[in-house]
């Protein structure tokens, strides 16, 4: 797999996201779970206490193909940013969702982009992430 980039979207476009691209993404995904769909993540979305922002991370190709997504929270109490998954803890599995989620090289994209906000001095919690997942 080529380069991979990653893009951060939060609030409202993180909304737009969950709406538009997710769908594809979670339609081309033969292993998407239903804790990984459209209706179950924009619903968790739309409930988030107002210290909480949604949050996707899209993994996209050199030629700005989205090849997967990672949907999370950002809880932010003014000390304290906490980036969890989105719908934690009551998914059963967290993964990236689209047609390459299960590719290293997009999953290490997509982690690494995790790391860099923990050394930003965010707290970032990967619950219920399959140990067989390449996001581990």
């Known amino acids: 797999m080529p380069t991979v980039s990653v893009r951060e979207y939060a609030g409202p476009a993180a909304m737009d996201v969950l709406a538009l691209q997710w769908r594809e993404l979670y339609t081309e995904d033969q292993t998407a779970s239903p804790f990984q769909s459209p209706a179950w993540l924009t619903a968790?979305?739309?409930?988030l206490p107002h210290t909480a922002t949604?949050?996707?991370?899209?993994?996209?190709?050199?030629?700005?193909?989205?090849?997967?997504a990672l949907a999370l929270v950002r809880h932010d109490d003014g000390d304290h940013t906490r980036i969890l998954p989105l719908s934690a803890p009551r998914a059963e599995c967290v993964l990236p969702v689209g047609p390459y989620a299960d590719d290293a090289t997009v999953a290490q994209a997509l982690a690494f982009h995790l790391l860099l906000a923990d050394d930003a001095g965010?707290?970032?919690v990967m619950t219920d992430v399959p140990a067989t997942s390449a996001l581990v």
């Open 44 to 47: 968790w979305a739309r409930h």
């Open 54 to 68: 949604p949050s996707v991370l899209a993994a996209t190709s050199p030629t700005g193909r989205w090849l997967a």
């Open 122 to 124: 965010a707290d970032v």
